[in-house]
Nanobody
Framework: QVQLVESGGGLVPLGGSLRLSCTAS????????AGWYRQPPGKQRELVAI??????IYADSVKGRSTISRDNAKNTVYLEMNELRPEDTAVYYC??????????WGEGVQVTVSS
């Protein structure tokens, strides 16, 4: 089982920026898909961004102000978000799918955008 630890969340001002990190307990070189999801209060979990071998997909709500990236040397996947809005308030989860398995979820990190 691969452990994922997310960090970088917290209280962020409206219009501000953040960088979330997801560090794995093993090498992520074989990661086929790295993704960030979020669950706003009272809502279902939703996709934020996915990186699949360099092909990226972003939710329309974050497109143009978010970037997903990875640093294989640090076993870490990042999500940078700018121009934060109140609707970005959510618990953010990292998900990694390794080639041939397994897939792992992080425990989530809270992001709260203050107005």
């Amino acid at each position: 089982q691969v452990q994922l630890v997310e960090s970088g969340g917290g209280l962020v001002p409206l219009g501000g920026s953040l960088r979330l990190s997801c560090t794995a307990s093993r090498s992520i070189i074989s990661v086929y898909t790295a993704g960030w999801y979020r669950q706003p209060p009272g809502k279902q979990r939703e996709l934020v961004a996915i990186d699949s071998r360099g092909n990226t997909i972003y939710a329309d709500s974050v497109k143009g102000r978010s970037t997903i990236s990875r640093d294989n040397a640090k076993n870490t996947v990042y999500l940078e978000m700018n121009e934060l809005r109140p609707e970005d308030t959510a618990v953010y989860y990292c998900h990694l799918l390794f080639s041939g398995g397994p897939d792992s979820w992080g425990e989530g990190v809270q992001v709260t955008v203050s107005s």
